[in-house]
């Protein structure tokens, strides 16, 4: 039996703001690519260009590694590789099941990243019989009936799910009642869980939804709403606080 539930990361995370914790995946990417090239060494200011904050930030964030670098010569790209990695708990195993297996779920069980960051996909789940045996991602797609024993067979404790927005709740209760401790959810709604249980919703309309945002500022077209503008009652023509000037001018 797997022993994914009884790993902690050995290190000082307690003491690492949450701010840091969400930047050390931007560093640890910009150092793989660097690794990947063989490149040695790094500044503050090359691998905080790479990663996208500002080199004082990064400073203050390598120093709750206790990693200060040398100066006139960077940081070791290598240590700081593993240095992040293990913060991250990514030096070891960490077994996941995804539940709800229609396009999005095995689009992620044909995700290649998984397990050279250090997750194994333990088991594909769904609710609906006629999936149950088909391979996704050369894994057989394991029915819904079978959770709670797949999760203490593999000793899961995160859970991603990928299901439709009505089902995704139960599900969740599930996982969390059968040992799960975090989940990464997909599903378009909002996740009630239990003290102790830690949620990560990823939304891709309210992506979208924000890059629209920025590309109407962009474009200017926030100036002002079209449509007519709605008359000014009595109470907003009242003076203003010079005594002479209305509160709202009428259009």
């Known amino acids: 039996m797997a022993t994914g539930r009884t790993h902690r990361p050995a290190t000082r995370s307690r003491g690492i703001p949450e701010a840091t914790v969400a930047r050390l995946p931007l560093y640890l990417r910009a150092l793989t690519a660097l690794s990947e090239r063989s490149v040695p060494t790094v500044s503050s200011e090359e691998l905080a260009a790479a990663a996208g904050v500002n080199s004082a930030k990064l400073r203050k964030d390598f120093s709750y590694l206790g990693s200060y ?25 960490w077994p996941v099941v995804i539940v709800g297996i229609g396009n999005l779920g095995a689009a992620l069980a044909n995700y290649g990243g998984f397990a050279s960051r250090g997750f194994r996909v333990a088991a594909l789940i769904d609710a609906d019989p006629a999936m149950a045996g088909t391979p996704v991602a050369g894994m057989p797609v394991q029915h819904t009936d079978e959770l709670e024993k797949i999760i203490s067979d593999n000793g899961v404790s995160i859970g991603v799910i990928s299901t439709p927005a009505g089902a995704a709740q139960q599900v969740c209760e599930r996982l969390v009642a059968a040992g799960v401790t ?29 890059l629209a945002f920025h590309e109407q500022r962009k474009a200017g077209e926030d100036a002002a709403p079209e449509g007519p503008v709605p008359p000014v009652s009595a109470k907003q023509q009242r003076k203003g606080p010079d005594g002479d000037v209305p509160a709202v001018m009428p259009a």
């Open 182 to 210: 975090s989940i990464l959810n997909f599903a378009p709604t909002v996740l009630s869980v239990p003290e102790g249980v830690d949620v990560r919703k990823v939304d891709l309309s309210i992506e979208l939804q924000i």
């Open 69 to 93: 670098g040398t100066r006139g010569v960077g940081y070791d790209v290598e240590y700081l590789v593993y240095q992040i990695s293990r913060e991250l708990g990514l030096t070891q195993d």
